[in-house]
């Protein structure tokens, strides 16, 4: 929707409210190219002032660490690494593509190391983007932001969630660490075919879609597919069961500003995943399924949903044409406002060491410009920033649903964040504490528990922190 920088500092501390600027008129919003902020204009990586030009940098290779292996995100990337090579036909681009689960675990280690690589993916958040700020791992880049427009590119909403504190203590606000190439919520894709055997259409409430499930499963039908031996699919099922009962308390509590995670919503979310598993709604022995296997049996046929990102759409339709669609979880009741965890995907950042910093901001700015954005559309990837191509693409086709459902998030504020951000060992509690949830050797009550500890011990931490920096000099 757009709106003046002053109301956009205001808002910084909100996750990802009204979005529908990053695919409709954002860009007349723009804020000073330059602008951090935090009040430190100018403050970034190097001493560029101008454009830089990778054609006078040399013979120079940019290793790029990122998880983009899946068909569409693989397609681009690759695409648009040939693209930049042809271009700058000086720059050769050594590219180490992994998965996220991998990604994670390997990616400090590497960034931390005697070579480290010029841009990495980082996850947003306290485990990941400000771990390694504090660390000195990562460059600020909002010098390049100024350079390359990307505050005008990029609506305030977006940019913060790939800042960090100058302290380093906290996200959301301060200097800039990245800035991410994808739009991405968690939604249900569905099989046509199936859906319409079982005399159901897409549902348009909550109370449909529930009612629909008990339907397959008398059927004979598996409703929704699901493995979680990667972990973290449960928790964009249970964030997205989560955002039904209290988005925007799930919203300040990711952010720090909320009551945490002791709630009703946390134990209803949990208690309708148990109820879930136990109805046979979802497979037994989801703790053992793969991810990715997962995925290949809702396109095999096997299941009527998949509650998962939008990241996966190509693949998917590669697999099942047009029996595939894609919609946002349907709200309350009709016509209401959907919600669902989502937001950007992972921010594109440029390590402190990194030997060509303005060759690797020059590609930060080609992955996420108004010709990327087309690149993305094309291989059926949602652009945080849709270009050109977004708007002639048929609402008809799943695409068009993708599309479509992104601008309904975003007009409904319906977009919460990843819960995984919370604190430095959210991600590890939340995870295994929902395979918990998903066995059956969980209850509601214990999770809920369990994740107000890990919440309230780091809160408690920032509260002194916060303290120790406001107490005036000599103060003991």
């Not at 593509?97 to 993916?121: C, E, H, M, W, Y």
């Not at 309708?272 to 109805?279: I, P």
Request: with cysteine; aromatic share 8%; proline share 6%.
């Amino acid at each position: 929707m757009g709106f003046p920088c002053t109301r956009a500092r205001r808002a910084r501390r909100r996750a990802v409210p009204a979005v529908l600027a990053v695919g409709l008129a954002l860009l007349a919003a723009g804020c000073v190219p330059g602008t951090d902020g935090s009040g430190a204009a100018g403050a970034g990586t190097g001493a560029a002032t101008a454009v830089p030009d990778p054609a006078k940098a040399g013979k120079t290779t940019l290793t790029v660490w990122d998880q983009e292996i899946r068909g569409g995100t693989n397609g681009e990337i690759q695409q648009l690494n040939r693209e930049f090579e042809k271009k700058y036909p000086n720059v050769r681009i050594k590219r180490v593509a992994r998965s996220f689960t991998d990604l994670k675990t390997t990616l400090k280690l590497a960034v931390s190391g005697n070579n480290p690589p010029d841009v990495i993916q980082a996850n947003q958040g306290y485990p990941d983007m400000v771990a390694f700020v504090q660390a000195g791992l990562l460059a600020p880049l909002d010098n390049y932001a100024g350079i390359y427009d990307w505050n005008s590119r990029y609506p305030n909403t977006l940019l913060n969630l790939n800042r960090v504190s100058a302290d380093g203590t906290d996200f959301g606000r301060g200097r800039l660490y990245g800035i991410s190439q994808t739009g991405e919520y968690i939604g249900l894709f569905y099989n046509k075919d199936l859906l319409k055997k079982a005399g159901l259409t897409p549902p348009k409430t909550w109370g449909e879609f529930t009612e629909g499930l008990a339907r397959l499963k008398d059927r004979g039908e598996l409703p929704i597919q699901f493995g979680n031996l990667d972990k973290y699919p449960a928790i964009h099922t249970f964030g997205l069961l989560q955002d039904q009962h209290a988005a925007a308390h799930t919203r300040d509590t990711v952010l720090g500003r909320g009551d945490g995670f002791d709630t009703a919503a946390t134990k209803d979310a949990a208690a309708t995943l148990t109820d879930w598993m136990k109805r046979g709604y979802l497979p037994g022995g989801a703790n053992g399924l793969g991810y990715d296997d997962a995925a290949k049996k809702f396109a095999s046929g096997d299941g009527a949903y998949l509650s998962t990102g939008i990241w996966l759409l190509a693949d998917l339709k590669k697999s099942m044409g047009d029996k595939l669609g894609i919609m946002p979880p349907p709200p309350a009741s009709a016509g209401g406002d959907p919600v669902t965890t989502g937001g950007q995907g992972l921010a594109w950042s440029i390590t402190s060491r990194s030997r060509h910093p303005e060759v690797a901001a020059a590609y930060l700015d080609f992955l996420t410009n108004a010709h990327a954005a087309d690149v993305m559309t094309e291989h059926g990837v949602l652009p945080a920033v849709p270009g050109k191509a977004a708007a002639r693409v048929r609402p008809d086709t799943v695409d068009g649903q993708m599309i479509a459902g992104w601008k309904r998030l975003s007009a409904a504020d319906g977009l919460v964040p990843y819960l995984d951000y919370s604190t430095p060992t959210f991600y590890d509690t939340l995870s295994a504490a929902l395979q918990g949830v998903v066995s059956g050797r969980t209850s509601p009550e214990k999770l809920a528990t369990t994740l107000q500890k890990d919440y309230g011990a780091f809160m408690e931490k920032q509260r002194e922190r916060h303290a120790a920096r406001t107490a005036p000099a000599g103060a003991k």
